[in-house]
């Protein structure tokens, strides 16, 4: 039995006895019981009794001590069932006095629990008074706290240790205005009405007159009980209006199980959260637009009365009526439209970061902060962070989210050795400048960006892919490469960043889903064909959004080489072609071939595939165009997905480019703080990777804005960001598992533990296998030095002199390439499709039944397609390849960390120092003991470490 449950049997009192002795051994459970059955019981009477303000007042009376708790039970049972229950064991819990004083002044922190009673009881003008500040609630200010008056002579009675017994003369029905005074503890509070010509005294007030000890603190409470309302169906010829019309029916019927409130909400289903809607309407079909029938809110509403499946339940929300039913049905099948609403709490929430000055040069006051809203957060939902993590589990940490691979004995050694404070900072600073960082960043943004050898229709990506190689290690804003990205001109080498359009072809839809998933944070795809039916986008939506790519054209184009004309370069390559026909030998013939092909290469390196961006045209309604706002083959002008139109006097994928990046657009920081957030904690802060919320709608909204404010302030400075982060305490806390649950919030009380991705267990064993990993990277793409060269040819034989050079490398090459064959024929298959390097410097991706692809890396056709399960021929391959035969061999760095250890525990100890970033334990050492013997069998020893599944997660 859970939490919920148990709590809801006790309320009913049909718990036994071994029920009860549990539920007591869990003191925060019952406190939640004793708070959910005062609250139920005083809402019960202010909602359900007539004559509220006389109920509420009886309620009030018995929370300061004027009546026993047991006789209240019973009034309340009289006045709400009709009938007086024999004596429950819940009478016998402490006073309720919070629960009434949170309906009397319940404004904590900017809101209250229960808006509707807040309202319904005009305690808005209580509130301000008695706190002096203006009250705001739904967004709107319902009360102004009253102008400073002159003084009025009080008198106040001394505090009385005796019980305070009130009078029993009927309170008038006329109820003065009252000027409210406090007096410092103990003395209670008086309230004494304006009007009164004489002074009663402490031990006699009157029903009106109220006392209070002190304001309650913050409560969760199980239900939100509502008072009938008037429905309201709007008219045949209008739109019915979710939040107008629909929703305070959710919020009366069906919010008491179903809403963020609750721990568990029933069947994990939130109605008072449209991701939470959104989620469940893709798994279950909670809502499906236009398809009543198939929506399981309507069906399960919809079913007959006396059907135990049918909602809401008996006696756990009110009954809907056939008219509300049907007003829903009727919501459902004109397309379920939520318009502006995104979550009850989103209307409510005052962030409090909203205007906060960030100086992103002041590192560590900045991760500060962000340290601090973490922890506000925990402590308001009764958390705590999980200590630091030792240096070790550190160390690896970093290395493995900075550069992605492990650190090699000799990097941990020499940061244990280390005594500077300093030192985590100090490392952060040395991975973000290294090559590692480069390389592991580049397999991050290709996994994102799509990027491939092979691009659409045979087009070579190779100068795409060494163009985001550079950018990452130009360190090139985020923004400034997102417009390069979106807005290219030109052919081959001169316009690499084409690739971004080059690697859909044609196909301008699926680039524009990829540009509003990757810096929008969004999913459009649905909306292509029909309006999508778990978000917001139309497919009108979707295809004014397309037309601002209407411009971009692909093309190809033979280009001059430095001032040599293409036709010159041409005729030179035929010349060659030639020779290589003219039957000489065969050496000779594959020399001029090879020349040939070089003139060829530098040809289209210098025009090639490419884009043209002009000023394009308007969106073009589809054939098949279904929707009463248009008609198929209406043109239609280009729009954004939200916010103001941009200027449109540019041509349209620069408006775009400009739109997407502009610091005004909220998601654009928003989704690229959320992705790097991901990418070191293990989980993001702001809804899904791909669909991200609402600052308004974010767990802890304070962070989420805080660190849009991080983003725009360091100029889209990606290792910046990543520097901060690093810094902050919270990633360099232990490492916990994430919830089960996945409607249980993960607020960070430090990382997730998580698997590697392919890349990194790759490249891992490389740092293992290869001395110098990283210094040894060549990051630019072959040809490149060759065309640099040529840029500055003036006449026919300088291109020729270029192109013979490139020959003689490309022999070679070949050279090496034959070694390196050799070498891979010696390896398992798994490993063929490169030598023994890292994962950036292989074929992207890499070829099917490669180890790379065994373990995870997608093949790029959608966005981060990678992915991190566990297989059986993983652990096949782990046991048994042959590839730790070169993990292990002679020379390579975890060979050399272990030559001249004496003794096999020393072994053991450089063995996991190298694999594991560790000491081993002694229960460790001795297994090592007992499985090895007294055989220094590296090999054995790497394969069992390498096998464990500590190397395969980070922690």
């Not at 006073?95 to 309906?103: C, G």
């Not at 810096?519 to 649905?526: A, D, E, V």
């Amino acid at each position: 039995m859970n939490d919920n449950e148990a709590i809801d049997k006790a309320v009913e009192g049909v718990l036994s006895n071994e029920e009860w002795q549990a539920l007591t051994n869990d003191p925060e459970v019952l406190k939640e019981l004793e708070l959910q059955l005062g609250m139920d019981a005083l809402l019960r009477v202010a909602l359900e009794k007539t004559g509220t303000p006389e109920a509420l007042t009886e309620a009030i009376e018995a929370s300061v001590g004027a009546s026993p708790v047991e006789d209240l039970m019973f009034s309340i049972e009289a006045a709400t069932t009709g009938t007086r229950q024999q004596r429950r064991w819940f009478t016998s819990l402490p006073r309720w006095t919070t629960a009434a004083a949170a309906v009397l002044i319940g404004f904590i922190s900017g809101s209250f629990a229960w808006p509707d009673v807040f309202l319904w009881l005009d305690l808005g003008p209580t509130v301000a008074q008695r706190t002096s500040q203006r009250v705001i609630l739904l967004g709107h200010i319902i009360a102004e706290p009253p102008k400073p008056t002159p003084a009025i002579p009080l008198s106040f009675p001394p505090p009385q240790p005796a019980p305070i017994t009130l009078a029993t003369t009927p309170t008038p029905k006329t109820e003065p205005v009252a000027q409210v005074v406090a007096v410092p503890a103990p003395a209670p509070m008086v309230v004494v009405p304006k009007s009164e010509p004489e002074k009663k005294p402490a031990t006699a007030l009157a029903k009106a007159d109220i006392v209070e000890a002190s304001l309650p603190p913050p409560m969760h409470l199980a239900s939100k009980p509502k008072g009938d309302m008037a429905l309201v169906i709007p008219d045949a010829s209008m739109k019915v209006d979710f939040e107008k019309h629909v929703l305070p029916i959710l919020e009366r019927s069906c919010f008491e199980c179903h809403s963020g409130q609750l721990k568990k909400p029933k069947g994990g289903i939130r109605l008072d959260d449209l991701e939470s809607i959104r989620e469940k309407s893709r798994s279950d079909n909670l809502v499906l637009p236009h398809k009543p029938d198939k929506s399981t809110l309507v069906k399960s509403i919809s079913l007959n009365a006396d059907d135990d499946k049918r909602m809401p339940p008996p006696n756990e929300g009110k009954p809907l009526s056939a008219e509300e039913i049907a007003l829903i049905r009727r919501w459902v099948d004109e397309g379920a439209n939520f318009a502006s609403w995104t979550s009850m709490r989103a209307k409510e929430v005052i962030i409090l970061t909203q205007n906060e000055v960030v100086d992103v040069s002041k590192l560590q006051a900045v991760a500060e902060r962000i340290d601090e809203l973490i922890e506000a957060d925990l402590t308001k939902h009764r958390m705590e962070p999980r200590p630091l993590a030792n240096d070790a589990t550190w160390l690896r940490r970093v290395y493995l989210d900075l550069v992605g691979r492990i650190p090699s004995g000799d990097e941990t050694r020499r940061f244990s050795a280390a005594k500077e404070p300093d030192k985590r900072s100090r490392l952060i600073n040395e991975l973000l400048a290294s090559n590692g960082h480069v390389s592991h960043m580049f397999n991050y943004w290709c996994d994102l960006l799509r990027a491939k050898d092979n691009l659409a229709e045979g087009v070579q990506g190779d100068f795409y892919l060494a163009w985001i190689k550079q950018s990452i290690r130009d360190n090139k804003p985020f923004d400034e490469w997102t417009r390069e990205l979106l807005s290219p001109e030109g052919y081959g080498w001169r316009a690499p960043a084409a690739g971004y359009y080059l690697r859909d072809g044609e196909n301008r839809a699926a680039n524009i889903e990829s540009t509003a998933t990757l810096f929008l944070g969004t999913q459009i795809s649905c909306a292509q064909c029909h309006d999508h039916p778990y978000s917001r986008w139309t497919r009108k939506d979707y295809h004014q959004f397309l037309a601002w790519t209407s411009g971009i054209k692909t093309a190809s184009k033979e280009d001059a080489v430095g001032i040599v004309e293409a036709e010159k370069i041409r005729e030179a390559a035929e010349r060659y072609d030639r020779l290589a026909m003219a039957g000489m030998s065969y050496e000779r013939q594959q020399k001029y071939e090879r020349i040939k092909e070089a003139l060829l290469a530098l040809q289209r390196a210098a025009g090639g595939a490419g884009v043209v961006n002009d000023a394009g045209g308007p969106a073009v309604l589809p054939e098949d165009y279904q929707y009463p706002d248009g008609k198929p083959g209406d043109a239609i002008p280009a729009a954004v997905l939200y916010g103001e139109a941009p200027p449109t006097d540019a041509r349209p994928a620069e408006t775009l480019a400009a739109w997407v990046t502009s610091p005004q657009n909220t998601r654009f920081s928003l989704t690229l703080a959320n992705r790097l957030w991901a990418k070191l904690f293990g989980l993001p802060f702001a809804g899904r990777i791909d669909q991200v919320r609402e600052i308004a709608d974010c767990e802890n909204p304070d962070l989420a804005q805080y660190l849009v404010h991080v983003v725009r302030e360091a100029k889209y400075d990606v290792r910046q960001i990543l520097r901060i982060l690093c810094l902050t305490r919270a990633y360099q806390r232990e490492a916990g598992l994430p919830p089960e649950d996945s409607e249980i919030v993960y607020r960070f009380p430090g990382p997730i533990v998580r698997r590697l991705s392919a890349e990194q267990v790759w490249d891992s064993m490389m740092a293992l296998a290869v001395k110098d990993l990283d210094v040894k990277l060549n990051f630019d793409p072959p040809g490149v030095a060759a065309l640099e060269a040529a840029v500055g040819a003036k006449k026919t034989s300088d291109v020729t002199g270029v192109a013979r050079k490139m020959a003689g490398e490309e022999e070679r090459e070949m050279k090496a390439d034959q070694r390196r064959a050799r070498l891979r024929k010696e390896m398992a298959k798994e490993f063929a499709g490169g030598g023994l390097e890292r994962a950036s410097e292989l074929p992207q991706p890499a070829p099917d039944g490669h180890f790379l692809r065994m373990f995870g890396q997608g093949n790029r056709d959608s966005i981060g397609d990678a992915w991190s399960a566990s297989t059986v021929p993983q652990a096949l391959l782990m046991l048994n390849s042959d590839f730790f035969d070169h993990v292990a061999r002679s020379g390579s760095p975890l060979a050399e960390s272990l030559r001249g250890l004496n003794n096999l525990r020393d072994v053991a100890r450089g063995a996991f120092l190298a694999v594991l970033t560790r000491e081993p334990t002694q229960k460790e050492l001795d297994a090592c003991q007992e499985t090895l013997g007294d055989a220094r069998n590296a090999k054995a020893l790497a394969r069992m470490l390498l096998s464990t599944a500590e190397f395969m997660f980070q922690k």
